[in-house]
């Protein structure tokens, strides 16, 4: 287990490369990519609330995907330039960890599509 600062959870390997380096773990092999029980799913760095099971929906990818956040503030986005392309990179707003990506090809009624690492969260069932 390895912490960034004192203030922070010990977060697992996985946990720490995703959150912490912007690491994103394979498809189809994260805990939560087919997750349905109802909950909250909460950051791994933090614990800040970030989305809801009700929110949850299957885009096919093999990552937990959200068409919106649990609330506004919840998450921030920012822009990626990485591996040659442009995104919008997800954080969580408390601790600033590395989450996913967001893109405008989700359901309605957002047409979102939050793309998560299941590494960066933990599930608290309802």
Not at 1 to 21: F, G, I, Q, T, W
Not at 34 to 39: D, L, M, R, S
Not at 44 to 59: M, N, P, R, T, Y
Request: charged share 25%; glycine share 12%.
């Amino acid at each position: 287990m390895e912490k960034s600062n004192d203030n922070e959870r010990e977060l697992s390997k996985e946990a720490y490369y995703v959150l912490r380096c912007h690491g994103t773990e394979p498809p189809f092999s994260g805990q939560y990519w087919n997750h349905k029980e109802k909950g909250i799913y909460v950051c791994a760095g933090c614990g800040q609330e970030l989305f809801s099971s009700d929110h949850k929906f299957d885009s096919g990818t093999g990552w937990p995907s959200y068409w919106a956040p649990i609330a506004e503030g919840a998450i921030e986005e920012s822009v990626d330039t990485s591996h040659g392309m442009i995104r919008s990179e997800v954080h969580c707003s408390r601790c600033k960890g590395h989450l996913g990506h967001v893109f405008p090809d989700g359901p309605e009624p957002t047409g979102m599509r939050y793309c998560i690492n299941s590494a960066g969260l933990e599930f608290k069932p309802r």
